[in-house]
């Protein structure tokens, strides 16, 4: 059975920075994208950063060149850099692995940013 499990999140002040971390287990297979996606209170889901296998990476224009994604297949892991966070990057940040397997979720970690 395959989890993802996220760690890392926080309360930190405005411009402060957090890394998540989410690991996979239950399975060795490598997914094609890995993606990290942030829900805040009200508002839908969105996509922050994601990268496939080859380590091409997209981001959401909020986040581009605050955050950087990255990624070790040999341990099946994804990392999320988070600098000079701003309180409306609160939210509760979910990983995602997704390939022709499905799409799996984490269960979620929350950040908060204090002004």
């Known amino acids: 059975q395959v989890q993802l499990v996220e760690s890392g999140g926080g309360l930190v002040q405005a411009g402060g920075s957090l890394r998540l971390s989410c690991a996979v287990s239950?399975?060795?297979?490598?997914?094609?994208?890995m993606a990290w996606c942030r829900q805040a209170p009200g508002k839908q889901r969105e996509l922050v950063a994601a990268i496939t296998r080859g380590g091409n990476t997209n981001y959401a224009d909020s986040v581009r060149g605050r955050f950087t994604v990255s990624r070790y297949n040999a341990k099946n892991t994804v990392d999320l850099q988070m600098n000079n966070l701003q309180p409306e990057d609160t939210a509760v940040y979910y990983c995602?692995?997704?390939?022709?397997?499905?799409?799996?979720w984490g269960q979620g970690t929350q950040v908060t940013v204090s002004a």
């Open positions: 239950g399975s060795r297979f490598v997914f094609n994208v």
């Open positions: 995602n692995a997704d390939d022709i397997l499905g799409s799996f």
